[in-house]
């Protein structure tokens, strides 16, 4: 682990937000958002589009301003998002925001640029993501299901506590949704707390330990999938998304 602060004590949970805010203009695109991720835990934001999800995220990495209160191993959240790799928090973007002028290794060490170990922490990721044989090539030149995963290998090469996705199941097939969440299942059991934005019902159903539903910017439900799932104020929102998703 390379943040710069130790694990916090049992029973405070890696990310707890309470009462986030985020207007735009007039818009109150999050309102009064509440959730905690714990330890090792796969923590899913859903909701259709335009509920939210992105700007929550994009609050906890400190894209955009907000109120109220957002916790790290229960102390505050770096107002600046270089400082998040320092907490031991790790992202992927819904536009992936690979260097395309980059081969996939040096994408990779983006994160990891300067360190001793560098290549061999490179090495890893490319390995466990399937892309060793790729390393020296263009990254633009990969499939999409490709580009995600050498974006996925990106953000766990700081060898995060806490990984952020945002919709890695957008755009991927069934094959490779089944891999993501092999890969999501063994970063959390290797003790990484997961917090992901997924427009995508069925695959976090099977793969979170608990769902957070938002609908026009606010919590509508949240629990463990079976609870989530057999909610009407879900089945409401997601009316005609979930046929299409
Ligand atoms: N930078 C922005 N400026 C103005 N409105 C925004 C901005 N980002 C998002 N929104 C609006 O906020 C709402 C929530 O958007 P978003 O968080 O992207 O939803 P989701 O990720 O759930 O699809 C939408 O109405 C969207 O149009
Ligand atoms: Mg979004």
């Keep these: 682990m390379y943040s710069d602060r130790p694990p916090a004590a049992p029973g405070v949970p890696r990310l707890s937000v309470s009462d986030l805010t985020v207007r735009f203009g007039g818009l109150t695109a999050v309102d009064h958002v509440s959730f905690d991720v714990g330890d090792g835990e796969v923590v899913a934001l859903i909701g259709p589009n335009g509920a939210g999800k992105t700007t929550v995220f994009n609050?906890?990495?400190?894209?955009v301003s907000r109120s109220g209160q957002i916790l790290i191993d229960g102390a505050p959240a770096p107002r600046r998002t270089a400082q998040l790799a320092a907490r031991g928090v790790a992202r992927t973007l819904q536009g992936l925001g690979l260097f395309d002028g980059l081969t996939v290794a040096e994408n990779v060490a983006?994160?990891?640029?300067?360190?001793a170990d560098a290549p061999s922490r490179v090495a890893a990721q490319l390995e466990a993501q399937g892309l060793t044989a790729d390393a020296d090539r263009p990254v633009a030149s990969l499939s999409y299901p490709d580009r995600k995963r050498v974006a996925l290998a990106r953000a766990l090469v700081s060898e995060p506590r806490l990984l952020l996705l945002d919709e890695p199941a957008g755009g991927l097939g069934s094959e490779d949704i089944a891999a993501l969440s092999d890969t999501v299942r063994s970063i959390a059991a290797g003790g990484c707390s997961v917090l992901l934005v997924e427009h995508h019902v069925d695959f976090v159903m099977d793969l979170a330990d608990r769902i957070v539903?938002?609908?026009?910017?606010?919590v509508i439900a949240q629990g463990p999938p079976a609870e989530v799932q057999d909610d009407?104020?879900?089945?409401?929102?997601?009316l005609g998304v979930q046929v299409a998703s």
């Design 59 to 63: 609050a906890v990495c400190a894209l």
């Design 110 to 115: 983006v994160p990891v640029s300067g360190e």
């Design 213 to 218: 539903v938002l609908d026009f910017g606010s």
């Design 232 to 238: 009407p104020r879900v089945e409401e929102a997601y």
